[in-house]
Nanobody, 123 residues
Framework: QVQLVESGGGLVQTGGSLRLSCEAS????????MGWFRQGPGKEREFGAY????????YYTDSVKGRFTISRDNAKNTVFLQMNSLKPEDTAVYYC????????????????WGQGTQVTVSS
């Protein structure tokens, strides 16, 4: 079992930056592929970013590509999401997720989820 706890959300102005963290407990993250999803108000949950267990493969959805960067520190059992040039449409609850299975053809279905952290971007 893996428990995931997100932190770092908050209120930021358009163009600002935030860094989300996801700390895992229960198991080490060395063997898990990690990612971030988000769900905006009135929207479906959206896959945002992914990083392989080794960190040598990343994937971003088009809406965040070039602005968000996912990274991980396996020694600290933590995954990060650096979000720059934030826009009001980035307002959402951001969820950290983990899976023993990798991204395949742009699809990824993680087993473990955090509770989410709210990010609000004001215009």
């Amino acid at each position: 079992q893996v428990q995931l706890v997100e932190s770092g959300g908050g209120l930021v102005q358009t163009g600002g930056s935030l860094r989300l963290s996801c700390e895992a407990s229960g198991r080490t993250l060395d063997n898990f592929h990690m990612g971030w999803f988000r769900q905006g108000p009135g929207k479906e949950r959206e896959f945002g970013a992914y990083i392989s267990w080794s960190g040598n493969r990343t994937y971003y959805t088009d809406s965040v590509k070039g602005r968000f960067t996912i990274s991980r520190d396996n020694a600290k059992n933590t995954v990060f999401l650096q979000m720059n040039s934030l826009k009001p449409e980035d307002t959402a609850v951001y969820y950290c997720a983990a899976s023993a299975f990798p991204l395949f053809r742009g699809n990824w279905y993680p087993k473990y989820w955090g509770q989410g952290t709210q990010v609000t971007v004001s215009s």
